[in-house]
């Protein structure tokens, strides 16, 4: 792949975890498995006398989210 290409693909998949996300939250009234999130942290930090950084990444994934994601890995691979 490309870099251009890499790109497209890469937002395409993030979009569809999103989107999966999303549809999940709203779903979730009526099936409440697709509401159950994990979440993930990752915390990094050093110091380093002249810098000095702290991170907070978290990232909540729940079924419908993974749906989204083979969703939009399908429809790239369909379309491209």
Known sequence: MKAPQT???VIILI???LLGSLIGQILGEWLPILKES???VWHPR???N?????FNVQVK???ASFIGLG??????RKYR
């Open 15 to 17: 979009s569809g975890l």
């Open 46 to 48: 050093a110091d380093l």
């Open 71 to 76: 969703l939009a890995f399908w429809l790239y």
């Open 61 to 63: 994934l729940n079924l």
């Open 7 to 9: 790109l497209i693909f």
């Open 50 to 54: 002249i810098l000095k950084y702290d």
């Open 38 to 40: 994990q979440q993930i």
